[in-house]
């Protein structure tokens, strides 16, 4: 069993910056397949980012070019830098890990963007 915590969400005006991070419980970590994913009210869970065990990335249209997602194997922790925030990202952010048949989530973390 993998236990994934959140934290680092909170209110942030547009254009700022927010970095969230993801630990992870478990010996294995650097083999699995990191994930972040935010939910808005009403919308459906989406794909922000994703981060394999060789730190490959891909990143959802929406945020190519503003955030950035690394991993640190050593910590069993992986981050989401957030810059050049704007109201659409609004949502709770969760994040989401990865192995064979294994999935395992976090309890989300709430980012909000407003003025």
């Known amino acids: 069993q993998v236990q994934l915590v959140e934290s680092g969400g909170g209110l942030v005006q547009p254009g700022g910056s927010l970095r969230l991070s993801c630990a992870a419980s478990g010996s294995i970590f650097r083999l699995y397949v990191m994930g972040w994913y935010r939910q808005a009210p009403g919308k459906q869970r989406e794909l922000v980012a994703v981060i394999t065990g060789g730190a490959g990335t891909i990143y959802a249209d929406s945020v190519k070019g503003r955030f950035t997602i690394s991993r640190d194997n050593a910590k069993n922790t992986v981050y989401l830098q957030m810059n050049s925030l704007k109201p659409e990202d609004t949502a709770v952010y969760y994040c989401?890990?990865?192995?064979?048949?294994?999935?395992?989530w976090g309890q989300g973390t709430q980012v909000t963007v407003s003025s």
């Open positions: 989401n890990g990865k192995l064979g048949n294994l999935d395992y």
